[in-house]
């Protein structure tokens, strides 16, 4: 229960924190606090695992409202805070600025650590062995061999060798983000280490490991700050692994409307046909060499023995597959470019195709299992000093079996979905099939199986493992209602949901116009043409403005039709990175000219443009997703299949959440003022229009 100790100390950091800053309190972020607070001291033995899910707009200080009332809670119940959130640029916020400035200002006490996975860190291991042999005997290999690293060249071992010294100097702590240096994928990757390929406390490096280095740290802090990716991994794991164990932690999921979809990608699994061929052409070379050097010391040798064969039959079978797939799928591009996936309709896999997918998993268990035995004995090796195979040898050749098994793992999981996918489930998983293009320019086929919904997962290793969680972001509800964020994140039933007020004068602040068009966005040309035409009337030369698209293609026109005048005018995503169209835009509006920014999605969300650097954001038109992705397909077939229609249910909430993401981009502080120009009469003539221009902002409105 909320103790009066609890609710005192509260209440005293929430009251020093605002006096030292001068601040005065807001109305929606005492609401906030009040509700994670309340909600998180509720638990008893008898009640579900205590979930908060709070909208909270733009301004409300979410981040002081959930840390002041979730640290005293935390450390009155000797549990770990751990705050997740989605984009990097927010958790850099959150642990440089935010975390630091509450501890100042507060009379709060606390401390606190980042978190990152393997893959941030060095593995010195991995650093020894390129620095040894520039061709790196450690046979790791890349994702698809179409991703296969050239050799290490001069200048990049140049780079090894400074890392080396500045992990000597202390200068570098073997964080890749507090490298000097840019450092592109490849050059990373040698240096870096997953999960499968670690050896772990069996590392004769381990007493200077980077990673565990960081990881001991987090269980001497009151709060980790995290991403949902690492947290995903970490309950994916069994919890534990990398954070605390999931029922010493409250979780709080900052933009936490992100949280489904980071479920759904995590728990998918996929294989290329192709290129899983080439890496078992690479693996057998590996093996061979495997089978040089261990020879058959304590076993081993009968393991390495018993895969080339089984590979080689994977290849012939896999082979099979590419024709199958060849008569079923269909390669004509569609009219935008894209060969569109075949999806399995209920997630129903043709017999023809289950029995080869049955084939494909007994093979990738017998070598998952010969794996797994080479493994146990390597692990041995590295423990046991007298052990017939020595240490050195046992810790070269752990990580490229160790990724081998993994990866037999991983499509022993894919092929065993597909070979029982005989009967409907509910709700049904997506299956499909898409055409990729690898590397060398050939088309591949890729086999995927993904949850549609993110309920059951999150149930079974979040909900019901942690002690308790938040869950907040400006967009969480639809259409006024949290029914779609109960239906994709399966919150337990007595979750607390609530809504809190920005402190914005949306009506004083903004507005909304919906000009008189002669078209709609259906009419994909016209729409095109009007939009060309309109936005020199709409657009003033002068101000900081955002155009927001649905459509790379209708961008592209767009730019391509409109005067050159304006046309100079324009950063358009595609033709700089994204930081850099944000730099540029900054710094014409700093000059005191008008910029404007052409952008498609990753602009309607999660951009911070305040006062003069965007005053107007036109919405070209209202952003429903495209009908043909499998998982939103196959989604809105079941909901059929219910009796529900899913236009109404899932594909209007979902747009509707979008665009008020996309209006968001306007107001960003108390003192902004601006406009929203919505270029869809849909929002008038559709019979879903009204219920979507009230859940938008409370803008004054000029509906034509």
């Known amino acids: 229960?909320?103790?009066?100790?609890?609710?005192?100390?509260?209440?005293?950091?929430?009251?020093?924190?605002?006096?030292?800053?001068?601040?005065?309190?807001?109305?929606?972020?005492?609401?906030?606090?009040?509700?994670?607070?309340?909600?998180?001291?509720?638990?008893?033995d008898q009640q579900d695992t205590p979930?908060?899910?709070?909208?909270?707009?733009?301004?409300?200080?979410?981040?002081?409202?959930?840390?002041?009332?979730?640290?005293?809670?935390?450390?009155?119940?000797e549990k770990t805070l751990v705050i997740s959130t989605a984009t990097v640029a927010l958790q850099e916020q959150i642990i440089y600025k935010d975390l630091p400035d509450i501890l100042h200002h507060s009379d709060l006490s606390f401390n606190f650590a980042l978190a990152k996975g393997r893959g941030r860190y060095l593995c010195l291991s991995k650093l020894d062995a390129v620095l040894q042999d520039s061709k790196a005997n450690n046979e790791a290999m890349a994702l698809y061999p179409d991703e296969?690293?050239?050799?290490?060249?001069?200048?990049?071992?140049?780079?090894?060798?400074?890392?080396?010294?500045?992990?000597?100097?202390?200068?570098?702590?073997?964080?890749?983000?507090?490298?000097?240096?840019?450092?592109?994928?490849?050059?990373?990757?040698?240096?870096?280490?997953?999960?499968?390929?670690?050896?772990?406390?069996?590392?004769?490096?381990?007493?200077?490991?980077?990673f565990y280095k960081g990881r001991e740290q987090l269980s001497r802090v009151d709060v980790i700050v995290t991403n949902h990716d690492l947290v995903l991994a970490d309950l994916a794991l069994g919890g534990g692994a990398i954070l605390p164990d999931p029922e010493d932690c409250i979780y709080i999921f900052d933009e936490g409307h992100h949280l489904p979809d980071k479920a759904i990608n995590h728990f998918s699994q996929f294989s290329r046909v192709r290129s899983t061929e080439r890496w078992l052409n690479q693996g057998i070379n590996v093996l061979?060499?495997?089978?040089?050097?261990?020879?058959?010391a304590a076993g081993i040798g009968r393991h390495l023995e018993s895969l080339p064969a089984v590979m080689e039959s994977l290849k012939q079978h896999l082979a099979m597959l590419f024709n199958s797939l060849e008569s079923m799928v269909n390669i004509e591009p569609d009219r935008r470019g894209s060969i569109p996936a075949y999806?399995?309709?209920?997630?129903?896999?043709?017999?023809?195709?289950?029995?080869?997918?049955?084939?494909?998993?007994?093979?990738?268990?017998?070598?998952?299992?010969?794996?797994?035995?080479?493994?146990?004995?390597?692990?041995?090796?590295?423990?046991?000093?007298?052990?017939?195979?020595?240490?050195?040898?046992?810790?070269?050749?752990?990580?490229?079996?160790?990724?081998?098994?993994?990866?037999?793992?991983g499509n022993y999981s894919l092929w065993s979905d597909y070979s029982r996918a005989n009967v409907v489930e509910d709700p049904p998983r997506g299956r499909w099939i898409a055409v990729v293009e690898a590397a060398s320019g050939n088309l591949d086929f890729e086999v995927s199986t993904s949850p549609i919904l993110a309920a059951n997962m999150l149930s079974q290793y979040l909900w019901n493992r942690?002690?308790?969680?938040?869950?907040?972001?400006?967009?969480?509800?639809?259409?006024?209602?949290?029914?779609?964020?109960?239906?994709?994140?399966?919150?337990?039933?007595?979750?607390?949901?609530?809504?809190?007020?920005?402190?914005?004068?949306?009506?004083?602040?903004?507005?909304?116009?919906?000009?008189?068009?002669?078209?709609?966005?259906?009419?994909?040309?016209?729409?095109?043409?009007?939009?060309?035409?309109?936005?020199?009337?709409?657009?003033?030369?002068?101000?900081?403005?955002?155009?927001?698209?649905?459509?790379?293609?209708q961008m592209e026109q767009v730019f391509e039709?409109?005067?050159?005048?304006?046309?100079?005018?324009?950063?358009?995503?595609?033709?700089?990175?994204?930081?850099?169209?944000?730099?540029?835009?900054?710094?014409?509006?700093?000059?005191?000219?008008?910029?404007?920014?052409?952008?498609?999605?990753?602009?309607?969300?999660?951009v911070d443009l305040p006062g003069l650097y965007c005053t107007h954001v036109?919405?070209?038109?209202?952003?429903?997703?495209?009908?043909?992705?499998?998982?939103?397909?196959?989604?809105?077939?079941?909901?059929?299949?219910?009796?529900?229609?899913?236009?109404?249910?899932?594909?209007?909430?979902?747009?509707?959440?979008?665009?008020?993401?996309?209006?968001?981009?306007?107001?960003?502080t108390e003192t902004d003022s601006g406009r929203v120009t919505l270029l869809d009469r849909r929002v008038v003539s559709k019979r879903y229009g009204q219920a979507m221009l009230n859940s938008l902002p409370p803008f004054k409105r000029s509906v034509a």
């Open 618 to 668: 036109v919405i070209a038109k209202i952003p429903f997703a495209v009908p043909d992705q499998p998982i939103e397909s196959a989604l809105a077939e079941w909901i059929e299949s219910r009796g529900g229609n899913a236009f109404m249910d899932i594909t209007v909430p979902d747009a509707a959440l979008k665009l008020v993401q996309a209006s968001g981009r306007l107001l960003r």
């Open 148 to 210: 296969q690293q050239a050799q290490v060249d001069t200048q990049t071992l140049n780079v090894y060798q400074d890392m080396l010294t500045a992990l000597a100097t202390g200068d570098w702590d073997g964080d890749r983000d507090a490298w000097s240096q840019e450092l592109d994928v490849p050059t990373w990757s040698r240096v870096t280490t997953d999960h499968a390929q670690c050896t772990g406390r069996r590392c004769a490096n381990i007493s200077q490991c980077c």
């Open 51 to 77: 979930v908060c899910v709070v909208e909270a707009g733009t301004g409300t200080g979410k981040t002081i409202a959930y840390t002041v009332a979730a640290v005293p809670v935390a450390q009155a119940l």
């Open 343 to 409: 999806r399995f309709e209920q997630g129903l896999v043709p017999d023809a195709l289950r029995a080869q997918a049955t084939e494909l998993m007994m093979q990738y268990r017998r070598m998952h299992d010969a794996l797994d035995a080479c493994c146990q004995l390597l692990e041995e090796a590295m423990e046991d000093a007298e052990h017939a195979i020595p240490k050195a040898i046992a810790e070269d050749w752990f990580s490229p079996l160790s990724m081998l098994r993994g990866r037999a793992e």
């Open 466 to 553: 942690c002690y308790g969680a938040v869950i907040t972001s400006a967009t969480l509800t639809a259409l006024g209602g949290f029914d779609r964020f109960k239906m994709h994140t399966g919150t337990p039933e007595k979750t607390n949901y609530a809504v809190v007020p920005s402190p914005f004068n949306f009506a004083e602040a903004g507005e909304l116009v919906v000009p008189v068009m002669s078209c709609e966005p259906s009419d994909v040309e016209a729409h095109t043409e009007a939009v060309i035409d309109m936005l020199p009337e709409l657009l003033n030369s002068q101000e900081g403005s955002l155009v927001l698209f649905t459509s790379r293609r």
């Open 561 to 606: 039709g409109i005067t050159l005048e304006w046309q100079q005018r324009i950063i358009m995503q595609g033709h700089y990175p994204k930081h850099e169209v944000l730099r540029m835009h900054k710094a014409a509006i700093d000059a005191g000219d008008g910029s404007v920014i052409f952008g498609l999605a990753s602009f309607a969300e999660g």
């Open 288 to 296: 061979a060499k495997a089978s040089s050097q261990l020879g058959n």
């Open 1 to 44: 229960m909320l103790t009066d100790a609890i609710k005192e100390t509260i209440q005293s950091a929430y009251t020093s924190l605002l006096d030292s800053k001068e601040l005065k309190a807001r109305y929606g972020q005492r609401l906030m606090i009040a509700e994670v607070a309340r909600t998180l001291t509720a638990k008893n």
